[in-house]
């Protein structure tokens, strides 16, 4: 596949699977006057047809299954999933328990985790830095690495591409 023309810019489409929304607190300030995402052409992006990275929280509820995976298949490839917090790495605080998925990001086979509980929005920026430097590639298709904590982002799958 050819390397795709994102000129910086990057369509974020966010999916909740069960976080109890302190991971969406975090995520909310990457559009403050501080982080302020959009200085980097970056967009939270209402369609997932606009999207190029899908961010997902939570453990994955038995009703979010279908949808999510729905979600992901409506974005474009190349695309990349990143796990935001622990929960949807599943090593949250409620990993274990009968409701609880395995995480969002392991059912989703996201390629970048961000852990915390809840990661900071500097944590989450780095995963999408290495969401977006996936997609860069000059071949996304060979875009696998193997799993290596790199700051708070962890790549452990390949672009869906
Ligand atoms: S990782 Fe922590 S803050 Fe994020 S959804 Fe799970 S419990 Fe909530």
Known sequence: MMKPSFRGS???RHLVCGSCNGCEH???????AYYD??????????????ADVITVTGPMTGAMRAPADQTVEAVP???????VGDCAAGVGPWAGAPEAGEGAGVVLNASVF????PPTPDAI?????AAAELL???????????PARIGVAVWSAPVDD
């Open 10 to 12: 990057l369509g974020i």
């Open 26 to 32: 975090e995520m909310n300030a990457l559009n403050n």
């Open 37 to 50: 995402i959009t200085r980097d052409g970056w967009d939270i992006v209402a369609s997932p047809r606009h």
């Open 77 to 83: 490839r190349p695309r990349v999933v990143v796990a």
């Open 114 to 117: 961000v852990y915390g509980c």
């Open 125 to 129: 920026r780095s995963g999408l830095e």
């Open 136 to 146: 860069s590639r000059e071949d996304v298709s060979e875009a696998s690495v193997s």
